[in-house]
């Protein structure tokens, strides 16, 4: 049997359809990116998907940029923390993250096309 404690101190990325996100696809940075990296890829995305940058989208695509902002900040606020994101680390190197989720996840992501994406 294998254990996998969670500390309340680490935030886990749990989206609408059930599935956790990985905070590093999230963020769309690699797994040993630096912090200036992660903080560079968060403001990024979080100035794109920002609820005041929406003006003039409908109902629809607002919705889709808040839940996007939402689930940006919270992978920033594993990823930012040195603490946390070791824990995360920790957690995704011996099992307690299914790999198969992300992967779904990226495949559902091709099918769902993003109204924000720069085309």
Do not use: C, W
Request: cysteine-free; glycine content about 6%; overall charge positive.
């Amino acid at each position: 049997y294998i254990l996998i404690l969670i500390t309340p101190s680490i935030i886990m990325i749990k989206r609408s359809s059930g599935r956790i996100a990985n905070p590093y696809k999230v963020l769309g940075v690699p797994h040993d990116a630096n912090s200036t990296e992660i903080k560079l890829a968060y403001r990024k995305l979080a100035l794109k998907y920002h609820p005041d940058r929406q003006s003039g989208k409908t109902d629809g695509e607002r919705k889709i940029a808040s839940d996007r902002f939402a689930e940006i900040g919270t992978a920033y606020s594993i990823l930012g923390d040195p603490n946390k994101k070791r824990q995360f680390d920790h957690i995704y190197k011996y099992g307690g993250f299914d790999e198969t989720d992300s992967q779904i996840d990226s495949q559902q992501n091709k099918q769902n096309e993003d109204p924000f994406s720069e085309q």
